[in-house]
């Protein structure tokens, strides 16, 4: 790995004032992600955030406008973060339960492989950030779910775990 990973997520954290002691270590994310693998991208261009956030009518999280100027996307597996161009409105896969109309502000943030992982930019936790939430897949019959309370825990787990969908592992809860 070249260290642009190590570097960008130090700058991210420093961004978004998490404590740097909650980063993965250098070692561990050279182990999950290299070498040979660039997960990222070059940055987003801030006019096409703020393109993007006029044309859906909503503001991207802290974490997530900070990640996309650092790099538009990233990817292990697959998507974990779609580039900016794709953050679109959530397509769904499964039922929600006594939902009757989708809101708009649920949105597509990427796609790593079995179920596609959104955001929802309208509700806030008490004391928190947007939920992070999976689209669930009625084929496979997996039902959506909570899996962080905001992007930047989402994303923190996302790391540690080598990019995987940590999820889907046994004993996880939210």
């Not at 079995?114 to 947007?130: F, M, N, Q, R, S």
Request: aromatic share 12%; charged share 20%.
């Amino acid at each position: 790995m070249r260290g642009s990973l190590v570097d960008l997520v130090a700058r991210w954290m420093v961004s978004v004032g998490i404590d740097p002691g909650r980063a993965p270590t250098p070692a561990a994310l050279e182990a999950h992600f290299g070498p040979g693998k660039d997960p990222c991208r070059p940055g987003a261009d801030p006019r096409h955030i703020e393109a993007w956030e006029n044309r859906h009518g909503y503001r991207l999280t802290g974490g997530l406008r900070a990640w996309l100027l650092l790099s538009n996307g990233f990817y292990a597996s697959g998507p974990m973060i779609h580039p900016l161009s794709a953050i679109g409105p959530m397509v769904p896969f499964a039922r929600v339960p006594e939902l009757l109309v989708q809101p708009e502000s649920w949105f597509e943030l990427g796609n790593p492989n079995v179920e596609t992982v959104c955001i929802d930019l309208a509700y806030h936790w008490p004391k928190g950030d947007c939920p992070i939430f999976t689209s669930g897949d009625d084929r496979a019959r997996s039902r959506p779910r909570v899996i962080a309370t905001s992007f930047e825990e989402w994303f923190l787990r996302v790391l540690h775990h080598g990019g995987r969908e940590y999820w889907f592992e046994p004993g996880f809860f939210a």
